[in-house]
């Protein structure tokens, strides 16, 4: 099939992805060139087509992005849809030992910012006691600040993801607060990587 073009501008997370994905299971193009508006989207993009067996590059042009994916000739057909799980741990816990930690905020608890941003801190340092359990964290919102480089967190969520737990850090959040360029771990993530997650997941705790 000849290239397929998407516009993708203008969309809401997870728009994007969602169309790609009707696109590659309905016509499954060798190749396809997605134009979205926002580096977040270009992000979520690229994973998703990569996942689904194309080579992407991108191309930034005038505030916008070009995502370019084409399939390798000799590619039997896509990988299996990330609809399966989303942003795969590379040791993920089997079924019935997934638990999700959902962070909403980059202090935990109200009252005080400075006692909250502490407790944190230590709830980010004492989630490795959850053991092989612990599958994924999830940042939106503010939590997305945990992830960049000013973060005192920073190095509590390197490590989480070296031991190989799956870091999903909103797309859409990073963009609000002018922070994409600043992420320092994690995979930039679609509302529905996070609805897939939490469907995925056996346990969640919310913070």
Known sequence: MAEVSLDCRQMPCPQPVLKCRSCVTDQAPASLLVLVDNSAAKDNVGRFLTSQGYAVTAQEDNGQWLVLAERDSGSAGPAPSPAQDPAPAPAAPAPGQRTLVFI???????????????????????????????????????????????????????????????????????EHFGLIEQKMVGETTNMLDVVTSLHLADKVIKV
């Open 104 to 174: 909403s905020s980059d202090t935990m608890g109200r009252g005080d910012d400075d006692l909250g941003a502490k407790l944190m801190l230590n709830f980010l340092a004492t989630l490795p006691e959850l053991g092989p359990h612990l599958w994924r964290v999830i940042l939106v919102n503010g939590a997305v600040r945990l992830a960049v480089a000013a973060s005192p967190c920073l190095e509590k969520i390197k490590s989480l993801a070296d031991s190989g737990v799956s870091i999903l850090v909103c797309g859409t959040c990073l």
